[in-house]
Each structure stands twice: as C-alpha cells, then as structure tokens.
C-alpha cells in the first residue's frame, strides 16, 4: 500500500471538498480548484470528518502510481485553496528590467524586442522593482508552469550570470578563455 496514499487529507476551516462523478472541486477561500480523478482510482469525501481519502482498485503498477499522485494533487488543491503557491523571480543583467502591461509581463531582457508574455488565469504577477518578480496562485502547477516559461526567456548563463533565476538559485560560474599566451 501506498505510503502517501492511504494518508486521508483534512479538511481545514473554510474549505469544502464536492465529488461530483469523477469530478473533484475544491473550495476555499482563495479560490476554486478542480480535478478529473482517474477511473482506477476511488475517491471518498468524508464530511463528518472533515477529510478526503483515496483509495485504488487493484495492484497494479500504473494504479499503484496514480494512488499516491491522486492523493498528492488534492493535498496541493487543499493547501492551494487556504495559502496560494509562490514563486520569486529575479532578473540579473545591466538594463534588464520586467513591468506589467495589463493582462501581459513585458520583458526587456537583451533581445532587440520586448518579450510579451500573457500572464494565464488564476495566476498573479506582480512586479516588486524592475528586477524582482512575484508569481502566485492557488494551483501549484500552474504557478510554476508559468515561473518556468519566464525563466525561460532568458536562462541565466554561467559566464557573467546574466538572465532570469529563481530567487536563492545559485548558477555555476564558468571561467572565461584565458588569454593567449605567445
């Protein structure tokens, strides 16, 4: 049995879980969440207990992986919907700044254009100074989906470590040609 599986997730203060057929959805005060639960895998709301347990039909490998991933989804649903997910972005680079435009994050990271990227649903950017971003959100993934397509506009580059990195990440330096020597 799945070690994370078979842990039933609570239900704090404020939050209500809602089976409709295979259809999660997850309420809070942050917002609204939902999953389509795959058909291996059985899924229980249990109200008097404020909590949601998951359970899967057979033995199998693929229903053995979907156990504990199922369970770990709606964990992320539950805390998503109570405290949003976060990600801190920082650009490094002389001139490099982001701004908001709107329903667009403009980047001017180097390139001869200013980079427009549409910033998706539930998810909110904010721009703490030119080289400082805040992405949050109630669903996991798309916050990081999204961190992740701005930091890929301009990787940080292991020479002179300019470009778009997470807050704390540490980028290897590499040294540079050595000068010639004749």
Do not use: W
């Amino acid at each position: 049995m799945s070690r994370i599986g078979k842990k039933p997730v609570g239900l704090p203060a404020g939050v209500t879980a809602k089976l409709d057929q295979s259809r999660l959805t997850v309420k809070g005060p942050k917002g609204e969440l939902h999953l389509e639960v795959h058909p291996n895998i059985t899924v229980k709301v249990d109200d008097p207990g404020k909590q949601v347990l998951v359970a899967r039909d057979g033995d199998e490998p693929m229903n053995r992986a979907l156990h504990g991933l199922t369970r770990a989804l709606i964990n992320n649903m539950v805390t998503g919907v109570v405290t949003p997910f976060v990600k801190k972005l920082e650009i490094q680079g002389v001139g490099y700044q982001a701004s908001l435009a709107g329903k667009n994050l403009n980047l001017s990271v180097g390139f001869a254009n200013i980079i427009k990227l549409p910033i998706p649903a539930g998810v909110t950017c904010t721009v703490v100074d030119p080289t400082h971003l805040t992405i949050s959100g109630c669903d996991r993934q798309a916050v990081g989906q999204f961190a992740a397509v701005v930091r890929r506009v301009r990787p940080p580059e292991p020479y002179k470590g300019k470009g778009i990195r997470y807050e704390g990440e540490r980028v290897r330096r590499k040294a540079g040609k050595a000068t010639a020597g004749g």
